[in-house]
Nanobody
Framework: QVRLVESGGGLVQAGGSLRLSCAAS????????MGWFRQAPGKQRELVAR???????YLVDYVKGRFTISRDNAQNTVYLQMNSLKPEDTAVYYC????????????WGQGTQVTVSS
């Protein structure tokens, strides 16, 4: 069982930055693929970024050059650094974990609200 707790959301002006953190419980954190998803009002939840246990990174096209994902296995934490934020980045951001052998994310955090004002 993995418990995930996000933090770092808030209100920021367009062009600003935020860093989201996701603290995970469990001794096997380093073996999990970690993802950041977001869900805007009236829209489906979508994958924004993910990082494998080996550090392989995927970023959705519309955040490339603005967002980065990283992990600190010693601290059981994954980060999402968000720069040059836009109003359309406004959403609830969720951290999630899955095993390398699966495609479905098994564990989810409660979400953290990010609001970007114009």
């Amino acid at each position: 069982q993995v418990r995930l707790v996000e933090s770092g959301g808030g209100l920021v002006q367009a062009g600003g930055s935020l860093r989201l953190s996701c603290a995970a419980s469990g001794r096997t954190f380093s073996t999990y693929v970690m993802g950041w998803f977001r869900q805007a009002p009236g829209k489906q939840r979508e994958l924004v970024a993910r990082i494998t246990s080996g550090g392989n990174i995927y970023l959705v096209d519309y955040v490339k050059g603005r967002f980065t994902i990283s992990r600190d296995n010693a601290q059981n934490t994954v980060y999402l650094q968000m720069n040059s934020l836009k109003p359309e980045d406004t959403a609830v951001y969720y951290c999630a974990a899955r095993r390398m052998s699966t495609t479905l994310y098994d564990y989810w955090g409660q979400g953290t609200q990010v609001t970007v004002s114009s």
